[in-house]
């Protein structure tokens, strides 16, 4: 992979990668190599973007993509990050990866849902429109907004009987 | 909480310096270690199995009353896992270079160093087990029947014993791909993206 194509077309959307991959990881570790591979998974699939959509939907589509085959692999090599209670099984100095405590709460909340209830809300907390999360993700526009409703009182219930 | 929580995505991130992009020039750091170690762990297992049998063939020999087949064969394996753990040894002293690309790379020339010798080794050994099974098989005939070797099944044997010679390499490749193919067409896709990665 080129500086170039790295500078160019991965760099200013390192945030994105870098939230996403946050969603699916619990330590610092496992987060390098989730963003690692993502970006590697850019370049290889470069010469498939068509520009039917954004660059920026093409790299939200990678990355959740990337991120989701990732966890199923992990999970059936019987790696597992949370215990039986749905608690991460260690809280460690990785889970409050961001300054902000409420971003971390935030997150750790994100990470107690099933992984394609995190790529939904993580979309819809980037401003995504229903059309673009439901092109992204690859489903039907229509009940995303009931679903992302649903999302939102659950995370708001794991943040208030967490951490309240 | 009193914020919600597209305030709290929103507003953490606003000022958020912790969103540090990693290092990619590690790429592939980890994916070498572990796909060496991989192979490691086959070639292992593939030196443990060879063990198991080297001792039962002797065991399993002297229950059918061919002791000595199973001996030999066991002799055979036993000197087969010699060399297979000389070989093995010979990873430690690999170059491991300055990346992770240049590791692989020479493991990569070890891997076709090692094949390329245990071909010519496979042309001998693997007759000389088909030797074996024949000399089982017709003492066991023998014990049976009473009948004795006839020219004619002489020459067949000779003959077979030819075939196999002739298509050992064949045989051990084909042995080898089902063993560790997988493995070694990861090897060569990973070593060819590692490449293509450099070139941009």
Redesign the interface.
């Known amino acids: 992979m080129s500086n170039d194509f790295y500078r160019i077309s991965i760099l200013p959307f390192a945030a994105i990668i870098i939230k996403i991959c946050r969603a699916y990881t619990t330590s610092q570790e496992d987060f390098e190599d989730y963003y690692q591979e993502v970006c590697l998974q850019i370049w290889r699939s470069k010469d498939n973007f068509r520009e039917q959509c954004s660059w920026s939907t093409w790299v939200y589509r990678i990355a959740l993509n990337v991120c989701l085959t990732l966890v199923k692999k992990r999970k059936s090599k019987g790696h597992t990050y949370f215990s039986s209670d749905g608690l991460p099984d260690v809280v460690t100095i990785e889970n409050r990866a961001f300054a902000d405590e409420q971003l971390n709460q935030l997150y750790t909340a994100i990470r107690h849902l099933s992984e394609v209830d995190r790529a939904l809300i993580l979309l819809y907390l980037e401003e995504k429109s229903y059309g673009e999360i439901a092109e992204i993700l690859g489903t039907n526009a229509n009940n995303i907004g009931v679903r992302v409703n649903r999302i939102k009182e659950r995370l708001k219930k794991i943040i208030n009987g967490e951490f309240n | 909480?009193e914020?919600s929580?597209?305030t709290?995505?929103k507003?953490?991130?606003l000022?958020?310096?912790?969103?540090v992009?990693?290092?990619?020039n590690?790429?592939y750091n980890?994916k070498s270690i572990h796909l060496v170690d991989r192979l490691k762990r086959r070639l292992r297992l593939n030196l443990i199995m060879i063990l198991v049998l080297a001792i039962l063939f002797p065991v399993i020999g002297y229950f059918m009353q061919v002791i000595w087949q199973g001996v030999a064969a066991s002799v055979l394996l036993l000197l087969t896992a010699w060399y297979n753990k000389r070989q093995i040894d010979r990873i430690k002293t690999l170059d491991q270079g300055a990346t992770s690309f240049d590791y692989l790379r020479s493991f990569d020339r070890w891997l076709k160093d090692a094949l390329s010798r245990s071909v010519k080794i496979a042309r001998f050994s693997y007759s000389l087990y088909f030797l074996i099974a024949v000399s089982t098989a017709w003492s066991t005939w023998n014990e049976q029947t009473g009948g004795e070797l006839s020219i004619a099944a002489g020459i067949i044997v000779a003959m077979a014993t030819l075939v196999v010679f002739y298509f050992s390499d064949r045989i051990y490749r084909w042995d080898v791909r089902l063993m560790y193919g997988r493995v070694f067409r990861k090897l060569e896709l990973t070593i060819a993206?590692m490449e293509k990665?450099k070139?941009?």
């Open positions: 909480m914020n929580i597209e709290i995505w507003e953490g991130f000022h958020e310096k912790s969103l992009v990693p290092r990619v590690d790429l980890r993206e990665l070139q941009g």
